[in-house]
């Protein structure tokens, strides 16, 4: 019903390319087929891995114009970028042979961080890549316990430590289903890890990380790290 509704909505009002303006795709998806194209898509070995989940989609880097597009769904209230990014990141998640898991889980705000950006952005990406799959959407599950400070300009070791014991789940899992973790930024992991670390907690199985974009993280010359932009995650 939500496909059909939203094709509907297409003939009606047609999207357009949020970056060049032509027509967009069908779906229906503000960006045309030659922007999308030209997305910096994460190259093979450089993306972000970690044995700690079952798969990892996250397939574009953390530059323009993906960075500018996250960056205005996060801090310029632009919520319509989460229809656009949660689509695509859903679809290249179907580009996968494996199975899709039983339940989406956004990694949640600070309940203080909430009221003063009067959204979640992760929740927001979540709800159209599941609505895009059909599966279903639990905003609850995950927690945010303690507020932390920003993770810009960090280590890796100090972003670890910032958000160690961040999250708790609100309830424990039957039947240890897969899911999928969904945020728009991931750096060094910290934050996506100590969320796993929680729903593992909680009984939940194998997790999935479905991620918009990449920063790689490049060195000083005196050997410390530092990101590409300024992500917090």
Not at 69 to 83: I, S
Request: charged fraction near 25%.
């Amino acid at each position: 019903m939500a496909r059909l509704l939203a094709a509907c909505g297409s003939l009606l009002a047609p999207p357009h390319c949020v970056l060049c303006d032509a027509p967009g795709l069908p779906g229906p998806l503000d960006l045309c087929a030659d922007c999308l194209a030209g997305l910096p898509r994460v190259d093979p070995g450089d993306g972000f891995e970690s044995r700690a989940f079952e798969r990892v989609c996250c397939p574009w880097r953390f530059e323009f114009p993906v960075d500018a597009l996250v960056r205005a769904l996060k801090f310029q209230g632009e919520r319509a970028y989460a229809r656009l990014l949660g689509t695509l990141l859903a679809r290249e998640r179907w580009r996968c042979a494996a199975a899709p898991p039983r339940l989406v889980v956004p990694v949640p705000l600070h309940p203080a961080r909430l009221r003063e950006r009067g959204y979640n952005q992760a929740a927001e990406l979540a709800r159209f890549a599941a609505r895009e799959l059909s599966l279903p959407l639990d905003r609850a599950l995950l927690q945010r316990a303690r507020s932390t400070r920003g993770q810009t300009g960090l280590g890796a070791r100090e972003r670890a430590l910032n958000v160690a014991g961040a999250f708790i789940a609100t309830r424990k899992l039957q039947d240890a289903p897969p899911l999928a973790l969904v945020d728009d930024v991931v750096t060094t992991g910290s934050t996506v890890l100590a969320a796993a670390a929680a729903l593992r907690a909680a009984g939940s199985g194998p997790i999935e990380l479905w991620v918009v974009c990449h920063a790689a993280r490049r060195r000083h010359r005196d050997g410390r790290e530092y990101p590409l932009q300024d992500p917090q995650r």
